[in-house]
DNA sequence: AAATAAATTTAGACAAACCTAAAAATATTT
DNA sequence: AAATATTTTTAGGTTTGTCTAAATTTATTT
């Protein structure tokens, strides 16, 4: 049996991982949605996958990742995000605008090449959209990410994600200066409405409203 | 009709532009040994890249690219030679291991990648093996540069480029007193290890490794 | 518990890219 | 110019991943 998996293969664990992560109801009709094909194909593909020893599945019952599909979905995570830090770290492209071609570079199979990769970057543990980087034993690092309101006064942390990606959001960030790996501290925060001035380093001191700061997440020590 | 390339299709395009600059016996069975595949799945192949106007191609007459199938294959060239480049330089592999994963870089379709990445690299103007890269529009540089390995023996050369600018290799370019623009000229080239015996002006003869050797560039007419 | 609805699977087809074996066209010998 | 050899193409089949339409199973109503 073939050991390598094809593209779409590895598409289908990488959309089943992201379901089950994200909601409980992991069906075939939800995989078919995700993966814009039909239901009969995903039945398909799952007889294909439970051959390879990648997922559970028994008909009509359901399905899931066992072990080896999980440390495979991770890995093919891993690569994805570190494409995505390297588009936008190193080639600077915007991070709204990575997704797309990190989905097709994460399909290169080379082992040496991602873990070259790894090292040029500096081992980094976020993506640019803020989502942890697997390590090379699938390990997720545990970021205690919190809201930018719950920042202390005065402390630093780093921009970690951004719940609201849409572009009128992300135009107002860029305008700010404030990107994912951005230092950020709460010089003042006010009572009346919930705004904050904050400082970015290398930046004067600014003031965001309550609805852009409630989406702006950090971590810090 | 699509106008997006396979892998395939690009595969084929690449090989056909290859034969055609090495040798002048471009046909199915040489296409067919190039590619590792069988001269019946060449002549199904062929049928569609005329279909899509990338070939002139009569039946038992033969075949070769036509204008827009020169540009395909030149800039899939370009994208191969510039991830080269990043894997040497950026990442750091010898020269020599970097082609396979390049085979697969190449195949990613982002033209902003490739503008992106180009910038990123400087806008190099020959690859890691010394080979020209085309410029955006598809022309190629005209670089009298060879690798240190194809300069005939006690003829001069000009040292123009080092492939490999870790450190290590920088240290030890100092220790020979090899630096860009140093005539040098190869005494003797031992068989059994690839070594050369090579001559800088005003130093005496020196041996240097394959390693070395095949990391250094040089301008000869 | 019967009827209806929804989800899932099977059956059968299709396109892409490959294959083998046989046929057709072209080249080379004799 | 016949016979033979080589090259190329066709015919028909396989695999992967997709599809539609129909059948089956499970879930929900009435």
């Not at 008909?59 to 390297?86: C, M, P, V």
Request: proline letters at 4%.
């Amino acid at each position: 049996m073939n050991l390598k998996l094809s593209t779409s293969e590895e598409n289908y664990i990488k959309s089943i991982y992201h379901l089950q992560s994200v909601s409980d109801i992991v069906n075939t009709n939800s995989l078919a949605k995700e993966l814009n094909t039909k239901a009969a194909s995903v039945t398909d593909m799952l007889k294909k996958l439970k051959l390879k020893k990648l997922i559970q599945y028994e008909r009509y019952y359901g399905f899931k990742l066992n072990d080896k599909g999980t440390q495979t979905a991770l890995s093919i995570i891993r690569r994805h995000r570190l494409w995505e830090y390297f588009l936008v770290s190193k080639l600077g492209f915007d991070w709204d605008k990575v997704h797309i071609i990190a989905e097709e570079l994460e399909h290169v199979s080379s082992m040496e090449l991602i873990k070259k990769l790894d090292t040029y970057l500096g081992n980094p543990k976020i993506d640019p959209h803020g989502d942890p980087i697997p390590d090379v034993n699938g390990r997720l690092p545990v970021i205690k990410q919190i809201n930018l309101f719950k920042l202390p006064l005065k402390k630093t942390g780093i921009v970690s994600s951004v719940s609201n990606q849409s572009p009128q959001m992300l135009e107002m960030l860029k305008h700010y200066g404030i990107r994912i790996g951005s230092q950020i501290k709460i010089n003042k925060a006010f009572d009346f409405d919930r705004s904050l001035e904050i400082k970015l380093s290398k930046q004067p001191a600014c003031i965001i409203s309550e609805q852009v700061a409630k989406n702006i997440f950090v971590y810090h020590d």
